[in-house]
Nanobody, 116 residues
Framework: VQLQASGGGLVQAGGSLRLSCVAS????????MAWYRQAPGKQRELVAT???????NYGDFAKGRFAISRDNAKRTVDLQMNSLKPEDTAVYYC???????????WGQGTLVTVSS
């Protein structure tokens, strides 16, 4: 499983960014996909997950501002982030979890910096 994340960058507070993760080597329908983030000096935390059914789950900080989506045919998982805050500054990681075996994989991360 290879996950390639992109879309990070520098944005002003209140702005938006769209992250994208492209998966290769897998049939995406077998996987729960997720985005995590890790800010400097902090533990990695869950941003959002999306099941193959389309069911989603969000960290409290992401509710109402972020939206996760997936396209199994394109093998992509996107994270639309709106109303960004300086505290959203972090490296964002794409994650896959096989629904049958439990095995997980991580992408390389993409840096999001939100300036005040």
């Amino acid at each position: 499983v290879q996950l390639q994340a992109s879309g990070g960058g520098l944005v002003q507070a209140g702005g938006s960014l769209r992250l994208s993760c492209v998966a290769s080597g897998i049939s995406l329908s077998r996987y729960i996909m997720a985005w995590y983030r890790q800010a400097p000096g902090k533990q990695r935390e869950l941003v959002a997950t999306i099941e193959n059914t389309g069911a989603t789950n969000y960290g409290d900080f992401a509710k109402g501002r972020f939206a996760i989506s997936r396209d199994n045919a394109k093998r992509t998982v996107d994270l639309q982030m709106n109303s960004l805050k300086p505290e959203d500054t972090a490296v964002y990681y794409c994650n896959s979890k096989n629904r049958y075996t439990g095995s997980t994989s991580w992408g390389q991360g993409t840096l999001v910096t939100v300036s005040s």
